[in-house]
Each structure stands twice: as C-alpha cells, then as structure tokens.
Nanobody, 124 residues
Framework: QVELVESRGGLVQAGGSLRLSCAAS????????MGWFRQAPGKGRSFVAS????????DYADSVKGRFTISRDNAKNTTYLQMNSLKPEDTAVYYC?????????????????WGQGTQVTVSS
C-alpha cells in the first residue's frame, strides 16, 4: 500500500520557521518529482513547491519564493519543506504529493499520490 505521511505541522508565530517532512512508503519515488501544495480555509488547493526526481531543479509559487525551500533525500524516500519567515497568510493544510513525471511540475493533475495533509497555523 502506497502512503505519503506528512510530519505534524503546528502553530508558529509570524516570522518563525517550520520544517515539514513527507515520508513515502509502499513504493520507491526516487524517479519522480515530488511536490507540496496547500489549502487555506474556503479556498482551493494551490501549488507551493516542487522538486525534480534527482533533487536538482525546484519550482516555487511566487508567494513563497525566497522563504520556502523544498528538498529530498531519495535514500530515505523523504521530501522536505523548510518554511522560513512565515506569514499569517501561509496558514493552511499542507499536502505532500508524488508526481507521475520526472520533472518538477506545478500542475496538480500531474500528481497521483497524496498525503493526508498537515495543519500549519501562523499567528500574527
């Protein structure tokens, strides 16, 4: 059974940092791109960041560029999202996802597997 399990999010003050991890099991995802998406209350799911299969190329939403960093450790089948300088508007449920493509992609329809989501709340 394929599973993507995000680490627990949490409550953090504006300006603070948080690192999310996504542990994959059930198959090897080292040959596909991985991504992070988020969904704020009352809004649709939106792209945050993605990274290609070998961890060299990454893409970011404009809203998080310069603040968030995506990385992966293929030996551990784990993907990370380092979030710095957090803002209240970053409050959302964050989802990890595995793509069917090797290259980084922002398109939600390119992702076949999803985690259950983890809540991140940033207080002002």
């Amino acid at each position: 059974q394929v599973e993507l399990v995000e680490s627990r999010g949490g409550l953090v003050q504006a300006g603070g940092s948080l690192r999310l991890s996504c542990a994959a099991s059930g198959r090897d995802f080292s040959s596909v791109a991985m991504g992070w998406f988020r969904q704020a209350p009352g809004k649709g799911r939106s792209f945050v960041a993605s990274i290609d299969w070998h961890g060299i190329n990454a893409d970011y939403a404009d809203s998080v560029k310069g603040r968030f960093t995506i990385s992966r450790d293929n030996a551990k089948n784990t993907t990370y999202l380092q979030m710095n300088s957090l803002k209240p508007e970053d409050t959302a449920v964050y989802y990890c996802a595995a793509s069917r493509t090797r290259h980084s992609t922002w398109d939600v329809y390119n992702y076949d597997y999803w985690g259950q989501g983890t809540q991140v709340t940033v207080s002002s």
